[in-house]
């Protein structure tokens, strides 16, 4: 027995995937859609059914077998949910599908709403993306500004940290509430009143 088929030293590396980042997140989000479909068309199953039960008072679901997926989605709004997940970037990717399982189990919406709910969605989160990436071309055209226009606001501006005009409440406490008296050990200070 050879130590090689053990080690498997000369296999040849696990290739990468030749997909592009795009189509990785749209397959993702869209197999997502399509799991997220099944399971509430399950769950619509399950909830008819127990009604059903309750209503005859009979069991047969040990004749019934399980359904068939009844809803589709139509060629249109396949196309649309696919050019708006082509948009999203991947690293917004998981960040919507846990939005998205958030929304349904707070709503519980039937088959034909979860495709509106994901589009939503997918909305919410190209918005977020331009916000951000707004943010972040302010930040760079900020960060790219020349430092010398600075200057000439540095000469006018003189800050002095105790000469103040501004009148603040803490002054017109000063003014109308008599000195304390100090405490015993203190030395009292007068300030010669102006006459």
């Given amino acids: 027995m050879s130590l090689s088929s053990w080690l498997r030293w000369n296999e040849a590396p696990p290739r990468l995937s030749s997909r592009s980042p795009a189509e990785m997140v749209l397959e993702t989000l869209m197999m997502e859609l399509a799991g997220q479909m099944r399971e509430?068309?399950?769950?619509?199953?399950?909830?008819?059914?127990?009604?059903?039960?309750?209503?005859?008072?009979?069991?047969?679901?040990?004749?019934?077998?399980?359904?068939?997926?009844?809803?589709?989605?139509?060629?249109?709004e396949r196309l649309q949910l696919e050019d708006v997940c082509a948009k999203i970037h991947p690293s917004y990717c998981g960040p919507a599908i846990l939005r998205f399982r958030q929304l349904l189990a707070e709503h519980e919406p039937q088959v034909q709403e979860v495709s509106r709910l994901f589009l939503s969605v997918l909305r919410e989160v190209l918005q977020r993306m331009k916000q951000e990436e707004e943010a972040h071309k302010l930040t760079r055209q900020?960060?790219?500004?020349?430092?010398?226009?600075?200057?000439?606001?540095?000469?006018?501006?003189?800050?002095?940290?105790?000469?103040?005009?501004?009148?603040?409440?803490?002054?017109?406490?000063?003014?109308?509430?008599?000195?304390?008296?100090?405490?015993?050990?203190?030395?009292?200070?007068?300030?010669?009143?102006?006459?």
């Fill in 142 to 195: 900020w960060s790219l500004r020349p430092r010398s226009s600075l200057a000439p606001f540095k000469t006018r501006a003189r800050i002095s940290p105790f000469a103040s005009d501004i009148r603040t409440i803490s002054e017109d406490v000063e003014r109308v509430t008599p000195p304390l008296p100090r405490v015993w050990s203190m030395p009292e200070f007068q300030v010669p009143k102006a006459d």
């Fill in 40 to 76: 509430a068309e399950r769950q619509q199953w399950e909830r008819s059914h127990a009604v059903r039960k309750i209503c005859t008072g009979v069991d047969y679901s040990w004749l019934a077998s399980t359904p068939r997926p009844t809803y589709d989605l139509s060629p249109g």
